[in-house]
């Protein structure tokens, strides 16, 4: 499989693609780490990535253990999609839309839940730029995605 030739705002903050869709980088891991109940092993006690959806770009559905906070930083609004926490997405899916005009109800900020299914995609016609803090800390053992 070929890597995706970086957009130019993936280039200058040194994304990858991601397993699930769009472009990312781990930009903070805590340096302090904790056993929590639930949790096979230790883990940082948060961690944080850059994460960068273009148009026509998806996260696919997926499910991290623990709480994610979603922070907006540039470019379109961004729908994120949570779809109940079963064996895969429910039929009932709550969409929010991340951006820019906190007077138009996009929010800047959005949390899903731990074990809640997620999806995202760009709604307008410009790459959308994201933080996302996972806490306790993101390890590919707590990662489901169809």
């Not at 138009?104 to 760009?122: E, I, M, N, T």
Request: glycine fraction near 10%; hydrophobic fraction near 40%.
């Amino acid at each position: 499989m070929t890597t995706p030739r970086r957009p130019p705002l993936a280039e200058q903050l040194d994304l990858v693609p991601h397993p699930e869709g769009g472009w990312y980088r781990q930009t903070w891991r805590s340096a302090i780490e904790a056993d929590f109940p639930g949790y096979r092993g230790p883990r940082a006690v948060a961690t944080a990535i850059y994460f960068l959806l273009h148009p026509g770009e998806e996260s696919r559905w997926h499910t991290v253990r623990s709480d994610e906070l979603w922070l907006w930083h540039r470019g379109g609004r961004l729908a994120l999609r949570l779809a109940g926490s079963g064996d895969a997405p429910g039929a009932d899916v709550v969409e929010m839309a991340l951006g820019p005009r906190v007077e138009a109800h996009y929010r800047p900020q959005a949390v899903v839940p731990g074990g809640v299914w997620q999806s995202a995609a760009p709604m307008d016609d410009e790459p959308v730029l994201v933080t996302c803090v996972v806490a306790p800390g993101f390890d590919m053992a707590d990662f489901r995605m169809i």
